[in-house]
């Protein structure tokens, strides 16, 4: 028997990264029991069969996606599934009362055309996805406080749309010229075996994909045209590097005002993400590294001006499977449930 007085919680998508990073994080949340964990090819399995590892913390098994079964257990549900799949579930379980956090691209776009004509797949939930809000807690706070359905941030955007918003909100750059030049670790394509992402093939190698064609381009460019108050239109290209864990978006853009020197920038960054305890502006001339925010809900941002080309470089680097997507969406949690809202998120690293 769990304890009674904590909410009970399901993960579907357990088996998946994002599936075991929720584990890892809500098995040590006061406030949480999981009591659910589904999967599809993994359904009936021990789910230490899948993570040998965890046998001395996790004892329950792998279970069909059965949403009667969900509702009927579960206050808050955790949707850890590829793109496409969330939408037909997240209706049902709203309606049925329940919490749902989506990890897939499912409920991160307020126009469904846009995620039609990116993702392929054409929407029937237009009264749920309007309940839905875009789960960056920087931005969005009091709108995740009150929404049953959230749709969490992609990795790549989450360390983007950090990097960028305070020069938007504000109007310190001429938007059209942001380019963000971002690189990612494997565990950002999930555990699924993938050619690309073989040992012997991403080894040694760095090597952009997606090139101005990469789905994450739309979700950073709704956010980016909600801070500017008009359409904006960024660069974005993606690559894959050598490593487990964690991204870094570099973001160039062409400066307003070419007198701003970068300690200003530095002033201004630390005042808009004064209450936000995740994100860290770093001091003058230091620039972020991913081994610093892996195993953390944290976002570095280094900041630094070329006078020569009047534009600013700004540096972002977090976790991809925390910060990036299963800590976030506990952070959401956090703030639906009016609990702290850094309740189960690590805050230091393991570096070095
Ligand atoms: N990895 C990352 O860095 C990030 C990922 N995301 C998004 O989060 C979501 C989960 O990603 P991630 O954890 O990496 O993915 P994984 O590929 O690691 O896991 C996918 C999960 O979905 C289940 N699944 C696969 N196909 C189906 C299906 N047809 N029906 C039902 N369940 C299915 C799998 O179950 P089984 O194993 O039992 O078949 C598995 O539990 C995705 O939408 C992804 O885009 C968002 C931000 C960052
Ligand atoms: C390295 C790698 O493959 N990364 C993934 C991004 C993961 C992610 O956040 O994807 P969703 O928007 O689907 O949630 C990619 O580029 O497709």
């Given at each position: 028997m769990g304890n009674p007085k904590r909410v009970p919680v399901g993960i579907v998508g357990a088996s998946g990264y994002g599936g075991v990073q929720l584990i890892r994080l809500l098995m040590e949340h006061p406030e949480v029991e999981i009591v659910y964990l589904g999967g599809d090819s993994s359904a009936g399995k021990p789910y230490t069969d899948l993570y040998p590892h965890l046998f001395h913390k996790v004892s329950l098994n792998v279970e069909p996606i059965d949403i009667d079964v969900i509702a009927s257990r579960c206050e808050v549900v955790f949707l850890g599934l590829p793109n496409g799949i969330a939408c037909d579930l997240a209706p049902i379980l709203v309606e049925k009362g329940c919490k749902v956090l989506d990890l897939s691209a499912d409920y991160r776009f307020k126009d469904l055309e846009t995620y039609t004509t990116w993702y392929k797949k054409d929407r029937t939930d237009q009264k749920t996805a309007q309940k839905a809000v875009y789960g960056l807690p920087e931005l969005y706070r009091e709108e995740i406080k009150a929404s049953p359905l959230i749709g969490c941030p992609g990795c790549y955007p989450t360390a983007s749309i950090l990097a960028l918003s305070p020069l938007l909100k504000q109007g310190?750059?001429?938007?059209?010229t942001a380019i963000i030049d971002a690189k990612s670790g494997?565990?950002?394509?999930?555990?699924q075996a993938k050619v690309n992402m073989l040992l012997a093939e991403a080894d040694n190698s760095l090597g952009a994909y997606?090139?101005?064609?990469?789905?994450h381009t739309p979700e950073i460019e709704q956010i980016c045209s909600d801070l500017a108050g008009h359409e904006v239109r960024v660069q974005f290209t993606p690559h894959l590097i050598p490593m487990v864990r964690g991204i870094l978006a570099t973001v160039y853009a062409t400066l307003?005002?070419?007198?701003?020197?970068r300690e200003d920038l530095i002033t201004i960054y630390g005042a808009f993400y004064?209450?936000?305890?995740f994100v860290k502006i770093l001091p003058t001339g230091v620039y972020p590294q991913t081994k610093w925010a892996c195993g953390t809900n944290l976002c570095y941002i280094g900041i630094e001006v070329d006078p020569r080309t009047d534009r600013i470089i700004v540096m972002s680097a977090i976790d991809n499977l925390i910060k990036g997507q299963a800590g976030q969406a506990v952070q959401c949690l956090n703030l639906m449930m009016g609990w702290d809202e850094a309740l189960g998120l690590p805050q230091m690293s393991f570096y070095p």
């Open positions: 310190l750059i001429v938007p059209e494997t565990s950002g394509g999930g555990r997606g090139v101005a064609k990469h789905r307003r005002d070419p007198g701003l020197v004064r209450s936000s305890s």
